[in-house]
């Protein structure tokens, strides 16, 4: 049963009058689509608009995104002024991105930074992983680490180098593993949520107006295979 953000049940994990980060939940898409759904972008607008009582058109930046069966933090700009400097830090890669996933098997290596070529194919909306790079390829790396294994599923903290389409999905499925509820990158079956289990778990920046580095984590669905892993 997918159950997406509302004004109502969002999550906000911070809040000032420059930015508001949020837990995006699993089937919330960041904006919208072919699908017409409503994205996660208005429903933040709408609590904005509720919890402020503003009147008129509430402004909202989108800075980054994440995909849509992915969680986690998310970060809106609520100024023109913090999404241009917010844009900037991404662009330059001043910001630090780490995720949690379940995958299955194992890697090998207890840790490892992979390096991989990953190429896009628009018409299936997936990325192909190259261990030497091919016509149209963009060079992607990450960092993991099994923080736990548990019967059937391993628990790994990535660091991201690169922000590549379905980077994390791709490199993952490229080593041999599947990251639970994956179907399009190897996973066995679908979660019932419609979800994966891969969420941006924790992402330092600093804040756009105060200057000062900002740490935001975001809890994990609360659901048994995360429950039983942290």
Known sequence: ?????????LQV???DNHLIVVNKRCGDIVQGDQTGDEPLSDVVKKYIAKKYNKPGAVFLGVVHRLDRPTSGAIIFARTSKALTR?????????TQKTYWTMVSPAPEKSSATLIHYLKRN?????????????????KASLSYRILKNLDRFSLLEIDLHTGRHHQIRA??????????????????????????????????FNHPTKKEPLTITAPTPNDGLWNDAI
Do not use: W
């Open 171 to 204: 490199q993952l499925h490229k080593l041999g593993c599947a990251i639970k509820g994956d179907l399009k990158y190897g996973a066995k079956r679908s979660n019932p949520d419609g979800g994966i289990h891969l969420h941006a778990r924790k992402i330092i």
């Open 86 to 94: 917010l844009n900037k830090a991404f662009a330059e890669k001043e």
């Open 13 to 15: 994990l911070y809040e």
């Open 1 to 9: 049963m997918k159950i997406r953000s509302t004004p109502e049940n």
């Open 122 to 138: 628009s018409k299936q909306n997936k990325s192909y992983a190259h261990d030497k790079e091919v016509p149209d390829s963009k």
